[in-house]
């Protein structure tokens, strides 16, 4: 279910008429998202999302991994990767203009997601898992 993190926050956003109401990103979920996940009630939509497991995600058989569960930053950082499966952590940072630690909440996502793994240590590479 849907809630604001900071609900003050929110509520001056709103009045100043900088926001919409809650649920604004709906948009970019339908997008993403089979319309199955959604269940509608008179005051709540409740969502579930499938859980990836086993390689597969949103039924995507063969270990591959549906392009839509990835962020735009999540791509990038798949395709940097799949160029050169050699580039460090830092390298990635500055190709995209982020620091090191948003670098490395995406590598763990993309590792999350069964896309990438890491083979070897600081000599290693990335191993991609799916295209």
């Not at 849907?2 to 649920?23: C, F, H, T, W």
């Not at 995209?96 to 996502?109: F, M, R, T, V, Y």
């Amino acid at each position: 279910m849907s809630a604001p993190r900071n609900k003050e926050l929110m509520r001056i956003y709103r009045d100043l008429e900088l926001v919409e109401q809650l649920g604004s990103g709906i948009p970019r979920i339908l997008k993403a998202y089979d319309k199955s996940c959604f269940k509608f009630f008179p005051n709540f939509i409740r969502m579930t999302f499938p859980k990836l497991t086993g390689g597969q995600a949103g039924g995507q058989a063969g270990g591959q991994i549906h392009k839509t569960i990835l962020t735009e930053r999540q791509k990038e950082v798949f395709e940097l990767i799949k160029q050169s499966p050699d580039i460090s952590r830092r390298q990635l940072a500055l190709k995209l203009g982020i620091n090191e630690s948003a670098i490395q909440k995406h590598i763990d996502a993309l590792k999350q997601k069964r896309a990438i793994v890491r083979e070897g240590e600081t000599t290693g590479f990335w191993k991609i898992l799916t295209d």
